[in-house]
């Protein structure tokens, strides 16, 4: 049972490079999210498309792009990375609005 | 003021104790309740999910939501050491109230169940 799966677990990023974190669900979800957690701030929402074919911004989407490529796979685009965006990163899916969410095992992203 | 609040503890216990985990909240209009058990290094694990106020309970795990006083809780009974990991409440609207698609975390509270 695959569940949430992300790619890669762990990366080092130099200020201003690029770099896409994928995410893919095999539970047949509607809806996909996109989390940061940082210490003392609890899990933060970036992005999350509702349903294949929409996407909306979270409560810090700012340095952050997303696409929903098919009902399976979510991706989340940094373009040039910065030191604040240093984190953990979670993608989770859900049935539908409102439902639990599942989560991946997280990427952990360094900006130097 | 955040919307969900959570003390980030630690709280150690000894094993077998009865542990109560809180979160208060401000948003009335959150309808669903979730609690997630996080372990180290790890990504969140639904443990328990609610709708509306009432109890709910399964194994050693009850949850409790009192909407009048915009307070949920989690009480594990017979703790283990298995039991150690950072506890995240989450909440949500429903889409009747507008509340969004969105899941609010409070920040979790480390526990810690010693031998």
């Known amino acids: 049972n695959a569940g949430v799966t992300q790619t890669p677990k762990f990366q080092v990023l130099k200020t201003g490079q690029s770099m896409t974190l994928q995410c893919a669900q095999d539970m047949n979800h509607n809806s996909m999210y996109w989390y940061r957690q940082d210490p003392g701030m609890g899990l933060r929402l970036i992005y999350y498309?509702?349903?294949?074919?929409?996407?909306d911004k979270g409560e810090v989407p700012n340095g952050y792009n997303v696409s929903r490529l098919n009902k399976r796979e979510f991706s989340l685009r940094l373009e040039s990375a910065a030191p604040s965006q240093t984190s953990v990163y979670f993608c989770?899916?859900?049935?539908?609005?409102?439902?639990?969410?599942?989560f991946g095992q997280g990427t952990r992203l360094t900006v130097v | 003021q955040k919307e969900v609040e959570q003390d980030p503890g630690p709280l150690s216990v000894p094993e077998g104790a009865i542990v109560s985990l809180n979160c208060t909240y401000s948003?009335?209009?959150?309808?669903?309740f979730m609690w997630y058990r996080q372990y180290s290094r790890k990504g969140p694990e639904l443990l328990m999910y609610?709708?509306?106020?009432g109890n709910k309970e399964d194994g050693r795990f009850t949850a409790q939501v009192d909407k009048s006083s915009k307070y949920i809780s989690l009480f594990i009974r017979d703790s283990q050491p298995s039991d150690s990991a950072t506890y995240l409440c989450a909440m949500s609207a429903t889409p009747l109230t507008g509340g969004g698609n969105k899941l609010t975390f409070g920040t979790g509270t480390q526990l810690k169940v010693e031998l």
């Open positions: 948003n009335s209009a959150f309808q669903y």
């Open positions: 989770a899916s859900s049935i539908g609005r409102n439902t639990e969410a599942f």
């Open positions: 498309s509702a349903s294949e074919g929409t996407t």
């Open positions: 609610t709708y509306s106020s």
